[in-house]
C-alpha cells in the first residue's frame, strides 16, 4: 500500500500570499495524484487531477506539479476562501487509492 | 447538474445492521465507478471501497474487506455500503463519489453520517 507523506501539517499564511503544499509518495505513482480542499462542515472537492490538471471551474490560482514521488500545490496568491484542508490521494497502486493525512492551510 | 444524493444520518447500536445509500444519474452509474469515502469527524479521508455499477465488479481496501458491503443496483442509480455488525469505531461520515481519470474523484455526495453508540 502506497503511503502519502503531506507536508508541513499546519501552514500559516495571509491573504495575498502564495502557499505551497507538498505531498510526497511512498514509492512511484507516476502522475497519478490529485489533490482535494475540504471545508468545515463539507465533501471534499477536487482541485486537481493527474498531478497538474484543473478540474473544471477551479480558479486558476490554484496549481499543481510533480511526478514519481514528489508533488506540490501551489496557491499563487491567498483568497479568504482558500483557508480550509486540503489532502492528495493517489491514483497509481489500488485498492486501496490512499490519501494523504492532510495540510491544514490557516489564516495567520 | 450531475450531483450524488446519500441518505440521511443513522445513529445505531453496536452490532446492528446498517445500509446507507448513495443515488445519481443513470450516465453516471452506466459509465464510472462509485467509490466510498470514510472520514472520521476532525480526521483524514480513508478509501473504503470502489464498484462498478454496470457489472458489479467491485474492489476493497484490505482495512475494510470483509467488515462492510459495497453493492450496487444500476436499475435505479444507486449504490450501498452495508454493515452486518456495527461497530462504535464505524462512527464517522461516509462519502460516495465518481472516479474519472486517473482515479481522482470528481463529484462526491453530500455525506451520511453514521453514530454507532451504546
Known amino acids: 500500500e502506497i503511503v502519502l507523506t503531506q507536508s508541513p501539517a499546519t501552514l500559516s499564511l495571509s491573504p495575498g500570499e502564495r502557499a505551497t503544499l507538498s505531498c510526497r509518495a511512498s514509492?512511484?505513482?507516476?502522475?497519478?495524484l490529485a489533490w482535494y480542499q475540504q471545508k468545515p462542515g463539507q465533501a471534499p472537492r477536487l482541485l486537481i487531477y493527474?498531478?497538474?490538471h484543473r478540474a473544471p471551474g477551479i480558479p486558476a490560482r490554484f496549481s499543481g506539479s510533480g511526478s514519481g514521488t514528489d508533488f506540490s500545490l501551489i496557491i499563487s496568491s491567498l483568497e479568504p476562501e482558500d483557508f480550509a484542508m486540503y489532502f492528495c490521494?493517489?491514483?497509481?497502486?489500488?485498492?486501496?487509492?490512499?490519501f494523504g493525512q492532510g495540510t491544514r492551510l490557516e489564516i495567520k | 447538474e450531475v450531483q450524488l444524493v446519500q441518505s440521511g444520518a443513522e445513529v445505531k447500536k453496536p452490532g446492528e445492521s446498517l445500509e446507507i445509500s448513495c443515488k445519481g444519474s443513470?450516465?453516471?452509474?452506466?459509465?464510472?465507478?462509485i467509490g466510498w469515502v470514510r472520514q472520521v469527524p476532525g480526521k483524514g479521508l480513508d478509501w473504503m471501497g470502489i464498484?462498478?455499477?454496470?457489472?458489479?465488479?467491485?474492489k476493497y481496501s484490505p482495512s475494510f474487506q470483509g467488515h462492510v458491503t459495497i453493492s450496487a443496483d444500476k436499475s435505479i442509480n444507486t449504490a450501498y455500503l452495508q454493515w452486518k455488525s456495527l461497530k462504535t469505531s464505524d462512527t464517522a461520515i461516509y462519502y460516495c463519489?465518481?472516479?474519472?481519470?486517473?482515479?481522482?474523484?470528481?463529484?462526491w455526495g453530500q455525506g451520511t453520517l453514521v453514530t454507532v453508540s451504546s
Open positions: 464498484i462498478y455499477p454496470g457489472d458489479s465488479d467491485t
Open positions: 514509492q512511484s505513482v507516476s502522475t497519478y
Open positions: 493527474d498531478a497538474s
Open positions: 443513470r450516465s453516471t452509474f452506466s459509465t464510472y465507478w
Open positions: 490521494q493517489q491514483g497509481s497502486d489500488w485498492p486501496p487509492n490512499t
Open positions: 463519489a465518481r472516479r474519472i481519470f486517473r482515479h481522482a474523484f470528481d463529484i
